[in-house]
């Protein structure tokens, strides 16, 4: 009776896990990690900032700690991830004199890259977040340092490094706020364009940060228009805060207003049961869309085990008490993982 078990025969159920818990002596910890998931990401640390904090030094420590204890638990290892904006080192975009480095010098640096990161997990990874984040929600490339130095052709560049390192290792691109249609369409002709020109493309991450306010029927627009566009989807970082997103500028907001900081916490002292229902329900009927797509999803992950535990506490506003996850503040399962145990194993 554990979401590994009942999925088995449907998709991979993962979850992200960070530094601390992969080396967490907590047996409970330990324990249901090894039975309710089939696969871990790292949450953080294979990201290029820790993997390559100096040009030509690389750390891979963390991330080899990862996959001992992946490899030891039988789960499947996903690279995440190799070109983001966020958290790449800013050494990549600087020449020694502070200079934004020429387009020649950023794809090499990629090419690097991303030769040594996936070279080292060859084997150990089955499938890497190649691009992360490249499209903005109005379908627009993102003005990254990458686009702006490389142009859009850095996604296939990429891809097609990534491919020449580990031609057995299966290529995503990875993106949230999936339901924006304009997105979509951004999302679809990338994979067609990188299709058109012979590069391997397996799967569409769909993150999945979502709110109880995301509308489902539009993030299954998104599903179905890129399971149509000739790719399998994963569900890559998924928890549904429901916690209220701030208005305006809300740092300035919360340092002279602490009325506005409790507004923005409103469930410190626990979740009332109409809200933990209402995420409840919500969390069934996304398994539901799962459940009917299951045949073109090749994972499900949960962006960390446990509540407490969630980036999402930290963020946009600092240190409030969210309840995303399939796992309470004691580890212990939400209402939902029951009946969406029950959904997969008579689906
Ligand atoms: O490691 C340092 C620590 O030394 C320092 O004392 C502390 C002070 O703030 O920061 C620690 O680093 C934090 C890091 O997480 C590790 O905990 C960073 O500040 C914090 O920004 C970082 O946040 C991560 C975030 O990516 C960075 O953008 C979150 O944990 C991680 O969940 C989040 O994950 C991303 C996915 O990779 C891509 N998609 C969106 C998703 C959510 O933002």
Same mark, same amino acid.
């Given at each position: ?11 991979? *159920?993962?979850?992200?896990? %960070?530094?601390?818990? !992969? ?29 390559? +904090? ?40 600087? @020449? ?33 977040? !190649?691009?992360?984040? /490249? *499209? ?30 580990? +031609? ?18 951004? $999302?679809?002709?990338? $994979?067609? @364009? ?40 994963? !569900? ?15 740092? /300035? ?5 602490? /009325? ?52 999402? %506490?930290?963020?946009? *506003? ?30």
């Amino acid at each position: 009776n554990t979401l590994r078990g009942a999925f088995a025969d449907k998709f991979l *159920i993962g979850t992200a896990l %960070n530094v601390r818990q !992969v080396e967490s002596k907590d047996k409970a910890l330990q324990a249901l990690v090894r039975d309710q998931f089939s696969a871990v990401v790292a949450e953080n640390c294979m990201k290029a900032e820790v993997v390559q +904090p100096k040009e030509g030094v690389f750390k891979f420590e963390d991330g080899d700690r990862l996959c001992d204890l992946a490899e030891k638990n039988g789960q499947v290892v996903t690279g995440h991830c190799l070109i983001w904006h966020s958290q790449a080192p800013k050494w990549f975009f600087k @020449d020694k004199e502070g200079k934004t480095v020429s387009r020649d010098v950023l794809i090499q640096r990629m090419k690097d890259h991303i030769y040594k990161v996936v070279g080292h997990y060859k084997g150990r990874v089955k499938g890497w977040d !190649v691009v992360n984040e /490249a *499209i903005e929600g109005n379908g627009e490339f993102r003005k990254s340092p990458f686009y702006k130095i490389i142009g859009p052709d850095f996604i296939r560049l990429a891809f097609q490094f990534a491919h020449e390192a580990d +031609p057995d290792v299966e290529l995503y691109y990875n993106d949230y706020g999936m339901d924006s249609p304009r997105k979509r369409e951004a $999302v679809v002709r990338l $994979v067609k @364009d990188l299709k058109a020109h012979g590069c391997r493309i397996d799967a569409v991450g769909m993150q999945s940060h979502l709110g109880l306010n995301t509308s489902l029927g539009e993030y299954e627009k998104s599903m179905e228009a890129f399971i149509g566009a000739g790719v399998k989807v994963l !569900v890559t970082e998924m928890e549904l805060s429901v916690l209220p997103w701030p208005k305006g500028n809300y740092g /300035a907001a919360i340092e002279t207003n602490f /009325a506005y900081k409790d507004e923005m916490d409103p469930y410190k002292d626990g979740l009332p049961e109409e809200k933990a229902k209402e995420q409840n329900d919500f969390y069934i009927k996304l398994f539901d869309i799962y459940l009917r797509h299951s045949k073109d999803i090749g994972r499900v992950t949960f962006w960390g085990v446990s509540d407490g535990d969630s980036w999402k %506490n930290n963020f946009p *506003i600092h240190g409030r008490t969210d309840y995303p996850l399939a796992f309470d503040r004691d580890l212990k399962p939400k209402p939902f993982v029951k009946t969406v145990i029950e959904m997969a194993k008579s689906g």
